[in-house]
Structure formats: C-alpha cells, structure tokens
C-alpha cells in the first residue's frame, strides 16, 4: 500500500458534491472530503480527456481489482521534523464503543471528532485519546455567492445568484501549530500492474495538477501545486479485523455479511444538462469488515449509453486492532 500527495496552499478551496435535488442545490453543501468514488470519476475524467483510446483499459484497472484506491483525506506535515501525520476518518461505530457510565462530555467528544491517527487504529479503542489536541484542525468550512446563467432555462438570460459551500486549507497560525501544513492524500494498492499500465495510473493522477480536483479552477477552486508519488506509508501492522477507507458497493449478500459495522451515504442522483443520474445507497467509510477479502462492483449510474458515469463500489481496506471487530 502506497500513499500519493497532493500538496496544496493555505487558503486554498475545494468544492467536494454532495447528492442533492439539483445543481444549485448540491452546491450549497459540501462533503468534509472527497469520496472514493468522486476520485475515480476524476481520473477517469482526465483519461477520457487526455488519452479517450485508453478508457476502458483504465476502467477495468479498478474492475478487475488490479489497482484499488482510498477518498481522499488529509494529512498533516510537521516542517520541522519532516513527518507526516495521516489522518483516517473514525470507525463509524465509535460512539457506540464508549462506556455507558461515562461522562457526557466524553460520548460528545467521540461524536465531533472526524479523524483519528494510524496509532488510535491500531490500539484499544480509548475515547480519552480519541482527539489529538497536538494536531490543529486540517481544514475549515466555508460558504461564498456567485451568479451564473442557469443551463435549463435557455429562454430567459436572468442571471441567479447561488451559494457555494467549500472546504477551505487553513494557514496554521500560533506557537503550537504554525509547524504544520495541510495536504490531501489517498492509498492505493496495486495488483501484478504491468508497466504500461502502472503508467497509465500515474498519467490520470498527475494530470491533476493541470485539471484540479474539487471544483472548477476557473471559479477559484480546486488548485493543487504537486502531486507527490510513492510516499511512505509505513503500516505493517497485522489483524483479522479491518477498516474501509472508501466507498463499498457489495456485490452480493455475501460480499455484504464480510461487514459487521458499517453506515450507508447516499450517492449519484445528480441532474446533467440533458438526464437525472440514477442514485445509490453505498456503504461509508470506517465501516468494519472481518475480511480484507471484499470484492464490491463498479455500477452505472447513467442511463445514456453514450455519456457513462460509473461508480466505484471497491474500497480499499485496513487492517486495525480486533476490538473494534469484536464490540
């Protein structure tokens, strides 16, 4: 398993969608990272653009398992000890781990905390430690106003005014935390790639420098400076009990009885211009498994045949302390 970087400046901002009525709608919220599945339709995006005749090989990469891939979530690096602190989104049964007799402060501490440390993972659950005050908050939410022409009223040229929700990075400030800068980062792992398609993968990824992620670059959105290959994500350690790190569609009931906790988003449902997508339940991150064996599909949301829009249901998964397995 291998991470990929994405550096990014202060202030910079991302528009993560969220399933809503409409375009207008969905642009009011946004999620608090970019989903596994909204990654996929990125790099797909940029093949589709940049190299079309390869498409369907690069597809059938995450089809066939060769190459699996994390949301994208943050890191934080420490300037001065050259360290990178990954944060991972919480196991989704956490509140339900914390002891009925404890204070409610505690339970409240548990319910507000959305990221927690490779080190938590790989312990007993404790909520006293849940939250890692050492660590400043990676990023900040915000909400601006623009105007545009709406597409679907092509008779009337009233220009509407509409609201953005965005994840903003935040300039780390004080004694404490200016030390650090905020990233994103996602895993991958890949299975027996040859050459040419290990090129393939690193020419979708890269090309996010040029195309952005999280938004259009020509409304100030989705800007990122570097794409950071082959960084070091050390974790050796062993267990029976996993985590998923993105979005899970199962392929079957038994593909769905490998997960013992898991929480379900809603996803797809988005208007184009000319069709509604189909929408679809799919299992969150932090959901816990008993097998790192889970196979998951790629579905089509689309009901065009000439304009495609598939979903990732193949998550990527982690292996963490059996407690969580067996709460």
Same mark, same amino acid.
């Given at each position: 398993?291998?991470?990929?970087?994405?550096?990014?400046?202060?202030?910079?901002?991302?528009?993560?969608?969220?399933?809503?009525?409409?375009?207008?709608?969905?642009?009011?919220?946004?999620?608090?990272?970019?989903?596994?599945?909204?990654?996929?339709?990125?790099?797909?995006?940029?093949?589709?653009?940049?190299?079309?005749?390869?498409?369907?090989?690069?597809?059938?990469?995450?089809?066939?398992?060769?190459?699996?891939?994390?949301?994208?979530?943050?890191?934080?690096?420490?300037?001065?000890?050259?360290?990178?602190?990954?944060?991972?989104?919480?196991?989704?049964?956490?509140?339900?781990?914390?002891?009925?007799?404890?204070?409610?402060?505690?339970?409240?501490?548990?319910?507000?905390?959305?990221?927690?440390?490779?080190?938590?993972?790989?312990?007993?659950?404790?909520?006293?430690?849940? !939250?890692?005050? +050492?660590?400043? %908050?990676? /990023?900040?939410?915000?909400? #601006? $106003?623009?105007?545009?022409? =709406?597409?679907?009223?092509?008779?009337?040229?009233?220009?509407?005014?509409?609201?953005?929700?965005?994840?903003?990075?935040?300039?780390?400030?004080?004694?404490?935390?200016?030390?650090?800068?905020?990233?994103?980062?996602?895993?991958?792992?890949?299975?027996?790639?040859?050459?040419?398609?290990?090129?393939?993968?690193?020419?979708?990824?890269?090309?996010?420098?040029?195309?952005?992620?999280?938004?259009?670059?020509?409304?100030?959105?989705?800007?990122?400076?570097?794409?950071?290959?082959?960084?070091?994500?050390?974790?050796?350690?062993?267990?029976?009990?996993?985590?998923?790190?993105?979005?899970?569609?199962? !392929?079957?009931? +038994?593909?769905? %009885?490998? /997960?013992?906790?898991?929480? #379900? $988003?809603?996803?797809?449902? =988005?208007?184009?211009?000319?069709?509604?997508?189909?929408?679809?339940?799919?299992?969150?991150?932090?959901?816990?498994?008993?097998?790192?064996?889970?196979?998951?599909?790629?579905?089509?949301?689309?009901?065009?045949?000439?304009?495609?829009?598939?979903?990732?249901?193949?998550?990527?998964?982690?292996?963490?302390?059996?407690?969580?397995?067996?709460?």
């Amino acid at each position: 398993m291998k991470a990929i970087i994405l550096k990014v400046r202060p202030n910079s901002r991302f528009h993560f969608g969220k399933t809503a009525l409409d375009n207008e709608v969905g642009l009011s919220d946004t999620s608090d990272w970019m989903h596994s599945d909204s990654l996929f339709a990125a790099l797909v995006q940029n093949i589709a653009k940049y190299a079309p005749e390869e498409i369907e090989n690069f597809i059938q990469l995450f089809e066939k398992h060769k190459i699996k891939i994390s949301s994208l979530f943050y890191c934080l690096k420490n300037i001065e000890k050259n360290e990178i602190h990954y944060l991972l989104p919480k196991p989704i049964h956490a509140s339900n781990l914390v002891n009925e007799k404890s204070d409610s402060h505690i339970i409240k501490k548990v319910k507000r905390t959305k990221f927690v440390s490779l080190k938590f993972l790989q312990k007993n659950f404790d909520a006293d430690t849940i !939250e890692n005050k +050492d660590l400043p %908050k990676p /990023f900040e939410k915000g909400t #601006t $106003i623009q105007v545009k022409q =709406r597409f679907f009223d092509s008779e009337d040229d009233k220009k509407d005014p509409y609201s953005i929700s965005f994840i903003q990075i935040p300039k780390h400030t004080g004694k404490k935390h200016a030390k650090f800068e905020t990233h994103f980062y996602f895993l991958y792992d890949e299975n027996s790639l040859t050459e040419k398609e290990k090129n393939l993968f690193k020419f979708a990824v890269d090309l996010i420098r040029f195309e952005g992620l999280g938004g259009r670059k020509s409304s100030g959105f989705g800007f990122v400076e570097e794409v950071c290959f082959n960084t070091d994500f050390n974790y050796s350690f062993k267990s029976d009990t996993y985590m998923s790190l993105g979005l899970s569609i199962p !392929e079957s009931l +038994d593909d769905l %009885k490998k /997960f013992n906790y898991y929480d #379900t $988003i809603k996803r797809g449902g =988005r208007q184009r211009k000319f069709d509604y997508l189909k929408s679809i339940q799919m299992i969150s991150e932090g959901a816990i498994l008993n097998t790192s064996d889970f196979k998951g599909q790629v579905v089509e949301l689309s009901k065009d045949d000439n304009a495609p829009s598939k979903r990732l249901g193949i998550c990527l998964t982690l292996p963490i302390h059996e407690n969580y397995g067996n709460s």
